[in-house]
């Protein structure tokens, strides 16, 4: 159905209903933001088993003007958005894999390579390679929160990112806005 396509707009009489035409701003955010969740979870049935959830969360989305789909959609704008839906309804795709903080402990080594694979072998700060050889190395590699969990980032496997230690240790509770690049290459590092 096109219905998740369609803008959830409220009406003159303050009532919420789905817009008649499908949003083609909408599509373009949603369809991207749906296919990187696709790379971390490939099974179709997770998506038809939320369908209700991530519908749910779209509308919220709308009510909350979390969104703001008018105007010029700039490449900034487009990307904020694709973001904000791709963290949104990651929490409801991912979330069922029960994967919490104590799981990233428990099953790390699993964790790290599922993470691996998602990120195409790159450390989520700073970008450069991750040697598959070396990820259940101690120190080499962290399980990261990328909105940290002091800043209220859940412990669920949506907020989760791989990342090389020195480049998550210089990250601390920062966002990744004010994040410093790390060499992981350079000697003092």
């Known amino acids: 159905s096109d219905g998740a396509f369609r803008v959830w707009t409220q009406g003159k009489n303050g009532e919420w209903s789905w817009a008649a035409a499908v949003s083609k701003p909408l599509w373009d955010v949603l369809y991207c933001a749906l296919a990187e969740l696709r790379i971390s979870e490939q099974r179709e049935s997770v998506y038809l088993e939320r369908a209700e959830r991530l519908q749910s969360k779209i509308k919220e989305l709308f009510e909350?003007?979390?969104?703001?789909?008018?105007?010029?959609?700039?490449?900034?704008?487009?990307?904020e958005r694709k973001d904000i839906l791709t963290r949104a309804l990651r929490d409801i795709v991912v979330s069922g894999t029960g994967t919490t903080s104590r799981q990233f402990q428990r099953d790390s080594k699993q964790v790290k390579r599922l993470l691996f694979a998602k990120q195409n072998g790159k450390c989520d700060i700073c970008g450069t390679a991750i040697e598959e050889a070396r990820l259940d190395e101690g120190g080499y590699v962290h399980l990261d929160h990328?909105?940290?969990?002091?800043?209220?980032?859940?412990?669920?496997?949506?907020?989760?990112?791989?990342?090389?230690?020195?480049?998550?240790?210089?990250?601390?509770?920062?966002?990744?806005?004010?994040?410093?690049?790390?060499?992981?290459?350079?000697?003092?590092?």
Do not use: I, R, W
């Not at 909350?64 to 990307?79: E, I, N, R, W």
């Not at 990112?161 to 000697?187: E, F, I, R």
């Open 64 to 79: 909350t003007d979390a969104l703001d789909l008018k105007g010029v959609m700039t490449a900034k704008k487009f990307s």
């Open 146 to 189: 990328v909105l940290p969990f002091s800043k209220g980032g859940s412990s669920e496997m949506g907020n989760a990112a791989l990342t090389h230690a020195k480049c998550n240790q210089s990250k601390g509770a920062k966002t990744d806005d004010a994040v410093p690049v790390v060499d992981v290459y350079s000697k003092e590092a």
